[in-house]
DNA sequence: CTGAAAGCGCTTACAG
DNA sequence: CTGAAAGCGCTTACAG
């Protein structure tokens, strides 16, 4: 491997200059410069990057915690997030916590390793807040609450639940079944603000007088267990009259209500939320409430950015290594505020 | 931060004797070993990882490039890869060359400046294959031909295209409309090699005197286009009684037959090629051609360690920069066999 | 079994 | 404007 040393001995010069030449930094002489560039050709000088991390402790790799990417929410998610990182000379190092054996924790300790300079949380989670806030490590959760100094971004899912109900209410609907995430997840309203969207259906239905089942979906992993869950609706529920779900969901149940002769939008209405390519892929364009990937992602870089800069700033400023961390958790403090970002009510075939 | 120093100093012992520890590697007293260990726990040291890539000159981290994550079949490819990866240690970076300013340029220089160990080549390129062979880094090429000393794994496309050659001429279809990429890529025969059912398709239906037509989709990263060309399908061949394209422009093609009455197996067959989740979201569970994505994962992977094992023989074996690179290039060639990965047809709710 | 030393390839003050 | 030196945090021969 041809090294800066090599280079330096070609251009007869030495390896500060060399640096300076290769970084464009300070002041080198047109003379210098152009021996330097010159022996570069000449050996097909590349820098390593490995030193230069070490040096300033730094990857420029972010890590994006997501299920599964296979899924296409997440798929969506990940892309608009890369895409917005790429822009910032930020590179995405793919984390799915399906394919780790040992779920998010490897990836926080990756994080801790400085193998990345700070991971977006957008999967599902079984450590408790105070985990979360201990990392004192760049972090940025997407749709949950992971504690203090933890900023998050997530969707106006109340806006998306109060599109949902307004269109429900508005075309007669009688009898609604929501899909969604494990009931059990409702009460804390830390971990799992998707929920929002939700109770904000149940309550404006239930004030309009109309009658709303709530039916648990498979994990976000397991397509296969959706179409079960859309059988088991019409089973269970012969009058519903609405079906309101994920993009995915809601496709499979499109599916299986053309398998049974029911016709959409006129028996039955599908509302789906996410509004990603499986919206358009189903047996109909899909009436969705669809989320803002891009403006999403463009949040989260920008807390991404901020919690970096803290984290910087921290590391500067002290030398006892405990203060350190607790510092950065500290500036972080001060962006903690949670952005909302909106969503839009997109009518497809599926509603009337 | 806190690093070895601060241990070695706080258990009384030497830095190398905490990298010992740290590494479980050569003979540590257990008295040392403890000493070190509560030193460890106490000061809450965790290693740089950062370090250890410099001097092992390596990072465990392998870039997939594909053209976006959005695509259900890249999404599939790509989440197949990380989970094989995971299993052997390696972390996925990923590289969308939909959303990098310089397309894969960019991610071959970070391969050359050893931010990655590796990379998994999936989209397409407009470089000739002697570019890659000059890259002289661990290169494995997915269903494309990127030239000498560049190994490949892709489907066995041409059983695909008889699997779909005998269904349609089974059923007895009369007109055949073929959805692929642009024609133009056929004569090279190099870079894209998905064009081989295309062209199995064509000449089996041709000896049973079935008529076929070719029709260019858009560009894999944009779906709208694919619902155009669906349109124009039926405008320009209003006969056509069998449609055969990916998952995701088959589910757009099944769309736009519901929304013109034409029934479906009965009056059109749609038989998609890949079987990702696409083929399960669409309006009637697909007739698919499913690529075997774990096989193919596996079998990358594979390729891609004996390509990273051979840049390191080379390394280590020689001392001359040129010849270092020309080595690895040579090793690799010994491994250069295509790995074809067998397919099988799923039949769905499209075809009779 | 343990420690002092050199080095991974680069960057950045600091003298000249 | 240029060079010699120290250092990023760790690992690995090499003496003891």
Redesign the interface.
């Known amino acids: 491997?041809?090294g800066m040393r090599?280079v330096a001995k070609e251009a007869g010069v030495s390896v500060s200059t060399v640096s300076l030449v290769v970084n464009n930094t300070g002041y080198v002489s047109d003379d210098m410069r152009s021996k330097v560039e010159a022996a570069m050709r000449e050996?097909h000088y590349?820098?390593?990057?490995?030193?230069r991390?070490?040096y300033r402790?730094r990857?420029n790799?972010i890590g994006?915690i997501v299920p599964?990417?296979?899924?296409?929410f997440f798929?969506?998610f990940?892309?608009h997030l890369?895409?917005e990182f790429?822009?910032r000379g930020l590179?995405?190092?793919?984390c799915?916590t399906?394919?780790?054996?040992t779920g998010e924790s490897e990836y926080v300790n990756?994080l801790?390793?400085?193998?990345m300079d700070g991971i977006i949380m957008a999967a599902h989670t079984e450590h408790q807040p105070d985990y979360w806030s201990s990392i004192h490590r760049p972090i940025v959760a997407f749709d949950r609450n992971l504690g203090h100094g933890v900023p998050a971004v997530r969707s106006d899912h109340e806006a998306g639940g109060r599109m949902i109900a307004r269109q429900l209410i508005d075309s007669g609907a009688k009898h609604v079944v929501l899909v969604g995430g494990p009931r059990s997840q409702f009460k804390q309203g830390t971990t799992f603000p998707t929920v929002r969207y939700h109770l904000t259906v149940e309550q404006m239905l239930a004030d309009a007088g109309i009658a709303c089942d709530y039916v648990e979906a498979g994990s976000v992993t397991d397509?296969v267990a959706h179409?079960a869950t859309a059988a088991a609706i019409f089973e269970r529920y012969p009058d519903v009259d609405a079906i309101v779900g994920s993009d995915?969901v809601a496709?499979?149940a499109?599916?299986e209500a053309?398998?049974r002769g029911i016709a959409v939008p006129n028996e039955l209405q599908i509302i789906a939320y996410d509004g990603t390519?499986?919206a358009?892929?189903?047996?109909?364009?899909l009436t969705v409430v669809r989320q803002d990937f891009s403006a999403i992602a463009a949040a989260l870089a920008e807390q991404m950015d901020r919690q970096i800069a803290a984290s910087d700033e921290a590391?500067d400023g002290k030398t006892a290594?405990s203060a350190?961390a607790a510092g950065s958790a500290d500036t972080a403090d001060a962006n903690e505020a949670e952005a909302v970002i909106p969503v839009a009510f997109v009518a497809g075939e599926t509603t009337r």
């Open positions: 491997m041809v090599d050996l590349i820098p390593n990057e490995l030193a991390n070490l402790n990857t790799t994006v599964t990417i296979i899924h296409p798929a969506a990940t892309a890369q895409r790429a822009g590179k995405t190092l793919l799915s399906a394919d780790a054996a990756m801790q390793r400085h193998m397509v179409e995915v496709a499979v499109l599916q053309e398998r390519l499986a358009e892929l189903a047996g109909k364009r590391a290594q350190d």
